[in-house]
Every structure is written in C-alpha cells, then in structure tokens.
C-alpha cells in the first residue's frame, strides 16, 4: 500500500469529473506520509485493499477514485463520479459507505460523505448529476431521476428528473441539435415538452450556463412552480 498510486487516473478511468468545490489538486500520490512536492500532492496511503491496476497503472479502486474525487474537488464532483460507477457498476454504495467510515479522520472527508448520500445511478450524465445537486442545495425534495410519464397506462416520455410528481426539469447538452439531424431534434423536444404540459406536468430545460448559476436555475424554477400553483398543481 505504501506504493504510490495516482488517484487522477482512477478518476479518468472510472467516470469521475469537476464541477465546483476546491480547484483541480493537480495529480495526487499515495505513500507513507502526507507532503507536497510541486503540483503533486502526496497523501498518506489509504490501506490495504485500496489498490488495483489499470494497464501498467496502480491506481486507486473505483470507490476511493470516487471518494478522493468528492475530498479534493467537491459535493458536485464527487455525486457525478458516484453515480458515473454506481451506474457502470464499478463500485457499490456498501463499497462506499466503507470506506468513508475507514477515512473517518481524512481532510474534507464530509464533502465525500454527502456526496456518497446524494449519489444515484439512475442519473444518465454529468449534467443530470449536477442538475439533481444543485435542485437538492436549493431545498428541493422528492427528487426522481429517469421518471416515466404515462398517459393513462401509456408510457409516453422518460424525463430526466421529475420534481414532486409534477415539474420536469430536462438537462439540453444541446450537441444534439447540431445540423438538419439537430433542428428535426429540437422539433422533436418541442412536440415532447408541449405533450408533458397538456399532460398537466410543468417543463423546465436547462443548459450548461444554468449549472454555473444556482440562482438562475431558483429563478427558472419558481416561474414554473408560479404556474404550476395557478393551477393548483403545487
């Protein structure tokens, strides 16, 4: 355990991102004792068990690639690496829950802890990931990520996240509407949201610049609840 081991690549490899939180740590070692030497933080070993090998490349097991993640980076960070390997099976919560309680006296240990609670596989993307964290930082419960919406006994959409039974709210990459494939796409989502409010469900789309603005994304939100709750739906 005492050899080093690059917690970076594990986070290449296993689906980890950035979002929010510290700055990028630069790449973090594993040895014996905790130091610095330039951009390369070198951290006491996490134990037995802690390594694998990717290639040629010790690395950190997915679940502490995950947790080291959310310690250096941030909530954000670590919920999209959690539910990348939830999702991708690469690791379990049990696995995570763990070794959260091994590291019990580890540096921002809490931030990887909450970002462990608020994991979920069910989220498709980085930005289904974000869009449910941000939602959760700004009060919202009742969360259900890859909700079904039926029309009688019909399934007619599968929505990235529904709010109380009510509200969808869509994460748009919007690479997807690129080109003459694109606008007969975004035709195509319009007819789709158009459906979800005859359906009596509120719709809301977010993008990318709405992720780096939780007061935006407060403000697009309580538009739709006000119109929600005009019809008594909220």
């Not at 081991?5 to 630069?26: D, I, M, N, Q």
């Not at 690496?81 to 540096?107: C, F, Y």
């Not at 993307?125 to 959760?136: D, Q």
């Not at 409010?197 to 990318?208: D, I, K, S, Y």
Request: charged residues 25%.
């Amino acid at each position: 355990a005492a050899a080093a081991s690059f917690e970076v690549v594990g986070r290449r490899k296993w689906g980890g991102g950035l979002y929010g939180g510290a700055t990028t740590p630069g790449v973090r070692e594993y040895g014996k004792r905790s130091r610095r030497r330039g951009d390369r933080a070198v951290h006491r070993s996490y134990g037995p068990g802690a390594l694998c090998t990717i290639g040629q490349t010790r690395s950190v097991i997915p679940a502490l690639a995950v947790i080291g993640c959310a310690m250096a980076c941030g909530i954000q960070s670590g919920v999209v690496a959690a539910d990348a390997a939830l999702a991708g099976a690469k690791t379990t919560p049990e696995e995570l829950a763990h070794w959260i309680e091994r590291l019990s006296r580890r540096p921002h240990l809490g931030w990887a802890r909450q970002a462990v609670q608020l994991a979920d596989a069910r989220s498709e993307s980085p930005g289904e990931s974000r869009t449910r964290v941000i939602l959760t930082g700004l009060g919202y419960t009742d969360l259900e990520p890859q909700a079904r919406v039926k029309d009688g006994r019909r399934v007619v959409a599968r929505v990235d996240l529904m709010v109380r039974g009510v509200l969808v709210v869509e994460f748009d990459g919007a690479i997807k509407y690129e080109g003459a494939d694109g606008r007969d796409a975004l035709v195509a989502e319009k007819k789709r949201e158009d459906l979800l409010r005859e359906l009596g469900f509120g719709a809301l789309r977010l993008v990318w610049s709405d992720l780096g603005d939780p007061a935006r994304v407060q403000a697009k939100m309580l538009a739709e609840i006000t119109i929600l709750r005009q019809r008594r739906l909220w």
